[in-house]
């Protein structure tokens, strides 16, 4: 059972940068042909698909958040981070991790979501 931990700051102050880290349980980041992505939520809204990094380290973003956005890994913690810079209100969010497989676009297993809130 593949099991998904995000962490990081509950609040982040308009200009800097967000963090959030994906802990990855009962399964390797590295194994073929999964990627693992971030995905947020913002209060009242849809789901917003944010990127990924795949099992090679190659990563890939939404365009609307390419400019802002990178995504690493640390393979020997087995975990995965986001970094969104230059955030504004408009980042507030329940940010996900998940996993989804090559050529599906259903995610299939998800963390459990962490708020972040962007406020001075």
């Known amino acids: 059972q593949v099991q998904l931990q995000e962490s990081g700051p509950g609040l982040v102050k308009p200009s800097q940068t967000l963090s959030l880290t994906c802990t990855v349980s009962g399964g390797s980041i590295t194994i073929s042909d999964y990627y693992w992505s971030w995905v947020r939520q913002p209060p009242g809204k849809g789901l917003e698909w944010i990127g990924y990094?795949?099992?090679?380290?190659?990563?890939y973003f939404s365009p609307s958040l390419k400019s802002r956005t990178s995504i690493s890994r640390d393979t020997s913690k087995n975990q995965f981070t986001l970094q969104l810079s230059s955030v504004s209100p408009e980042d507030t969010a329940v940010y996900y991790c998940?996993?989804?497989?090559?050529?599906?676009?259903?995610?299939?297993?998800w963390g459990n979501g962490t708020l972040v809130t962007v406020s001075s």
């Open positions: 990094i795949g099992w090679s380290g190659s990563t």
């Open positions: 998940a996993r989804n497989k090559v050529r599906s676009d259903e995610f299939d297993y």
